[in-house]
């Protein structure tokens, strides 16, 4: 298993020459959010389609 020093080192050195600071950010957060999501779904911390349907109706009032 990669520590989150090497995970982080891995992404930036796959973001482009030009790639700014944000952007950088913006993918490592990304990761982070799919790594959180995984975790998540695997202890069971998940919801059905209805029930998010449901919220995001709510969200719009």
Excluded: C, H, V
């Amino acid at each position: 298993m990669q520590s989150a020093r090497e995970k982080m080192a891995e992404i930036i050195k796959k973001q482009p020459d030009d790639a700014t600071y944000e952007e950088i950010l913006r993918e490592l957060a990304f990761e982070r959010m799919i790594q959180n999501g995984l975790k998540d779904s695997r202890s069971g911390k998940t919801m059905s389609n209805d029930e998010m349907r449901r919220r995001i109706a709510t969200w719009r009032k």
